[in-house]
């Protein structure tokens, strides 16, 4: 991490640095949610994977808000850095912690309330319900772990250091795979060590792996700088320095929030389909995610980047970064859209022998595979935006690709071309391209104007 200096060192030079770890780490983490959804396919039934599926919207309202107060941490935490103002680095991380638990303690609050209310509109399907109400339970109770885990990352990701997040990725993913089949059988070994837990058991494992983890990483903290400036009263909550963080948070979880909320009207629709179409959506999403992985590695190196040239007062260097990332983020997309497209089949079969939901999952990765390119036009600009503090932008962005364009595109061809489970994605996909070109050509000339401000 010492070697790492995000105002000097050739941008290149810095994605590699930066986004490999971070991207290595990714895969783990997305492979940690694939192997719960294989677990629940294949030993508890089709059922519990519909069910871990259809948790999607909910379950990614918590990551937002745990995001969004990441970016807002990373963001400010970053651009003090380069001020030469550790203290402040320090005072934004403490009050970032305890603005997570405070989160936390709502998500659990509404979570256990309203969680099956949300879940029963989505499939009213009693046993799928049921299962996914089990599993989302131990995960609202557990959301203070997996927030307060987030800002700790994003913490040690302004300071450049992605291998610490990676290491507790990689020690999760495999802790998960031993986790997970102990405490759906209630068995270690072949013989029966408690009662079977079923799909909570799946949840448990998540918050055991990520507890561990958080440990690790608030370890790796204590050896910064950023703890060498830690004061007792940093903990106390300030109204300033929350509202600071509020100001980037807010809308970047606002915007994530839509990819919930997109990903719900996708389900409403999907599941006029059947338990089989949103078992293979569901499923195709955790193996699309999957390979998003190199993108988000250099999304997380672009926004750390910004924010400390931000505070250096480098604009050139700013725009470099942006330019420089959305190249490599074209190229690489292009050579993973390859890949999604002819291993989409093969992916669907670790999920399920079903056949229904091996064809809903491969029709829609293959549709889909044609917009990965166009992905990096959103991904870096978001990034760059974040870094330069101007998140609502974000926000904005994310109302009309994830909320506004779904319901108009599903809606028109479900009631004026054709109900289609296929033509439903291919508007989709059409649209996803549109829109990111309109999106690059405006963010070119926001971040050239706003440097130049």
């Not at 203290?87 to 309203?114: N, P």
Request: aromatic residues 14%; hydrophobic residues 50%.
């Amino acid at each position: 991490m010492k070697n790492i200096n995000l105002i000097e060192d050739n941008i290149y030079s810095l994605f590699w640095r930066i986004a490999l770890p971070s991207s290595i780490g990714t895969v783990f983490q997305n492979l940690y949610s694939l192997v719960d959804a294989i677990f629940a396919g294949r030993m508890i039934s089709e059922v519990a994977l519909a069910a871990i599926g259809q948790t999607f919207p909910i379950y990614f309202i918590i990551i937002a808000l745990g995001i969004g107060l990441s970016i807002a941490t990373t963001s400010i935490v970053a651009n003090s850095i380069g001020e030469n103002k550790i203290s402040k680095s320090s005072q934004i991380f403490c009050q970032s912690l305890g603005l997570a638990v405070f989160v936390s303690i709502i998500i659990s609050i509404f979570g256990i309330y309203f969680g099956s209310s949300i879940l029963e509109s989505i499939n009213n399907d009693q046993n799928t319900l049921n299962l996914s109400s089990e599993y989302m339970n131990v995960i609202y109770l557990g959301s203070v772990i997996i927030l307060l885990l987030m800002v700790s990352n994003s913490c040690l990701s302004a300071l450049g250091d992605t291998k610490s997040y990676r290491n507790v990725l990689i020690f999760s993913f495999f802790l998960n795979i031993i986790l997970n089949p102990v405490l759906i059988s209630g068995k270690f070994l072949g013989f029966d060590v408690f009662i079977p837990l079923g799909i909570k058991g799946i949840a448990i494992a998540t918050i055991l792996s990520q507890f561990i983890g958080l440990l690790y990483l608030l370890y790796k903290i204590s050896k910064t700088e950023i703890y060498n400036y830690f004061k007792k009263k940093y903990l106390i909550p300030k109204i300033k320095s929350i509202v600071e963080i509020s100001i980037q948070g807010i809308p970047a979880s606002i915007g994530l929030m839509m990819i919930a909320l997109g990903s719900y009207i996708l389900l409403y629709f999907v599941s006029s389909y059947g338990n089989n179409a949103i078992a293979g959506f569901a499923s195709a999403g955790r193996y699309e995610q999957l390979l998003f992985l190199p993108l988000l590695g250099l999304s997380t190196a672009v926004t750390s980047i910004v924010g400390q040239n931000l505070g250096a007062n480098k604009p050139n260097r700013i725009l470099e970064t942006y330019i420089k990332a959305i190249k490599t983020g074209v190229i690489i997309l292009s050579i993973v859209a390859l890949f999604l497209f002819f291993s989409a089949e093969l992916s669907m079969r670790l999920f399920t022998d079903d056949e229904k939901v091996i064809f809903y999952g491969t029709m829609y990765l293959k549709i889909w595979a044609f917009g990965f390119p166009a992905f990096p036009l959103f991904f870096i600009a978001n990034a760059t935006f974040q870094g330069l503090k101007k998140a609502v932008i974000v926000m904005y962005m994310a109302i009309l690709r994830f909320v506004i364009t779904p319901i108009l595109i599903v809606t028109l061809i479900n009631n004026f071309i054709k109900e289609d489970y296929i033509y439903m994605f291919i508007g989709l996909t059409l649209m996803h391209w549109i829109i990111g070109i309109l999106y690059f050509k405006y963010s070119l000339k926001k971040i050239k104007r706003l440097i130049s401000i």
